[in-house]
Antibody
Framework: QVQLQESGPGLVKPSQALSLTCSVS??????????WSWIRQPPGKGLEWIGY???????HYNPSLKSRVTISVDTSKNQFSLELYSVTAADTAVYYC???????????WGQGTLVTVSS | DIQMTQSPSSVSASVGDRVTITCRAS??????LAWYQQKPGKAPKLLIS???SLQSGVPSRFSGSGSGTDFTLTISSLQPEDSASYYC?????????FGQGTKVEIK
């Protein structure tokens, strides 16, 4: 059974970078044709796809965030990471990692981690 | 970007009622649509993929239909544990986009 777990700071200062890591267990990221995704949800609001990456490092980003986002993968650790630069209060959200089945549908999801941008 | 619009934004129904949620895409997406259930404080859970394919372990009272631009999620007999928000998501093109959500409450 595949499980994903986000980790990283819960508080980031404005203009700094947000960095999160997703650890995958129960499945090798190098197997299959899945993509590994980041999705966020501001408090009380809907879901926004940030981007995803294949095990080989091919990344695709939401154009609305593309200039500020980097997603990377470390298959030796079965982890992938998110960096979001120059954050503002608008980036405050619960950040989820998820497996994108054949890059299409998200299953399963990590439990999510709240990141607050505040000085 | 493909815009996904759900209706209604919220619905209140009694146990045993039939509940239908609609999702409309701003352009045709064939059957590239998923439905997710999200309970408060929890991550979304994939219920249905490819518009109508029920995921393993999901109760059969949930069903999905539609293609092109108009889709529906139906709960045939609402149960107390179905109280949640429901989101549609298109997988036809990038960026992947979600509907704004529908909150289902039990009367």
């Amino acid at each position: 059974q595949v499980q994903l777990q986000e980790s990283g700071p819960g508080l980031v200062k404005p203009s700094q970078a947000l960095s999160l890591t997703c650890s995958v267990s129960g499945d090798s990221m190098s197997s299959g044709d899945h993509y590994w995704s980041w999705i966020r949800q501001p408090p009380g609001k809907g879901l926004e796809w940030i981007g995803y990456i294949s095990y080989s490092g091919s990344a695709h980003y939401n154009p609305s965030l593309k200039s500020r986002v980097t997603i990377s993968v470390d298959t030796s650790k079965n982890q992938f990471s998110l960096e979001l630069y120059s954050v503002t209060a608008a980036d405050t959200a619960v950040y989820y990692c998820a497996r994108a089945i054949l890059s299409n549908y998200f299953d399963p999801w990590g439990q999510g981690t709240l990141v607050t941008v505040s000085s | 970007d493909i815009q996904m619009t759900q209706s209604p934004s919220s619905v209140s129904a009694s146990v045993g009622d039939r509940v239908t949620i609609t999702c409309r895409a701003s352009q045709g997406i064939s059957s590239w649509l998923a439905w997710y259930q999200q309970k408060p404080g929890k991550a979304p859970k994939l219920l249905i993929s490819a518009a109508s394919s029920l995921q393993s372990g999901v109760p059969s009272r949930f069903s999905g239909s539609g293609s092109g631009t108009d889709f529906t999620l139906t709960i045939s007999s609402l149960q107390p544990e179905d109280s949640a928000s429901y989101y549609c998501q298109q997988a036809e093109s990038s960026p992947r986009t979600f509907g704004q959500g529908t909150k289902v409450e039990i009367k």
